[in-house]
């Protein structure tokens, strides 16, 4: 939910308080804020598991050296 609030915003402050924000691209903007869910969720349940938790972990450790 805090990907989608933060693109929210964006657009809210990109298009000037959705003063120049254009209606017939209202679809693209729905479709968009639900790919930004399923693909932030999917990726919060896959870090969740262990092997993927020791993976992070590890490139972590090679990110530092």
Do not use: C, K
């Not at 805090?2 to 402050?13: E, G, K, P, R, S």
Request: no cysteine; net charge positive.
């Amino acid at each position: 939910m805090v990907a989608v609030v933060i693109a929210l915003v964006l657009v809210v402050a990109g298009s000037g308080g959705l003063r120049w924000f254009d209606a017939a691209l209202a679809g693209y903007l729905i479709d968009t804020v639900f790919a930004i869910f399923a693909v932030t969720d999917r990726y919060v349940v896959w870090l969740r598991h262990p092997p993927t938790g020791r993976l992070r972990e590890r490139g972590w450790q090679a990110l530092r050296q």
